[in-house]
């Protein structure tokens, strides 16, 4: 069992930048991928960014590729997504989420454990 608890959230302009910060608890976090996702009102949940357990591998989602940086911490247990250059349609509550094996993962039904979330709203 792996327990998320996703920070960092907020209002912010457009252009402006945020860090989320995803603390992990529980069996070991240091051998999970680990990912970020989206969600706005009425839409599905949509990948973002992923991390092996190592960090030595990434992936983005096409439409935050360049502008979000994802890394992990193992020490920490933390994982973080660095976002700069936000746009009003990166509003969304962002969730973190740990995958219970290897690799790099894009598709929600490949991650097993789920944070909170955390809101983050850019304005024009």
């Known amino acids: 069992q792996v327990q998320l608890v996703e920070s960092g959230g907020g209002l912010v302009q457009a252009g402006g930048s945020l860090r989320l910060s995803c603390a992990a608890s529980?069996?070991?976090?240091?051998?999970?991928?680990m990912g970020w996702f989206r969600q706005a009102p009425g839409k599905e949940r949509q990948f973002v960014a992923a991390?092996?357990?190592?960090?030595?591998?990434?992936y983005y989602a096409g439409s935050v590729k360049g502008r979000f940086i994802i890394s992990r911490d193992n020490a920490k247990n933390t994982v973080y997504l660095q976002m700069n250059s936000l746009k009003p349609e990166d509003t969304a509550v962002y969730y973190c989420?740990?995958?219970?094996?290897?690799?790099?993962?894009?598709?929600?039904?490949?991650?097993?454990?789920w944070g909170q979330g955390t809101q983050v709203t850019v304005s024009s």
């Open positions: 529980g069996r070991t976090f240091s051998s999970a991928a």
């Open positions: 989420a740990a995958a219970d094996k290897m690799g790099v993962f894009t598709r929600v039904r490949e991650y097993l454990y």
């Open positions: 991390i092996s357990w190592s960090g030595g591998t990434t």
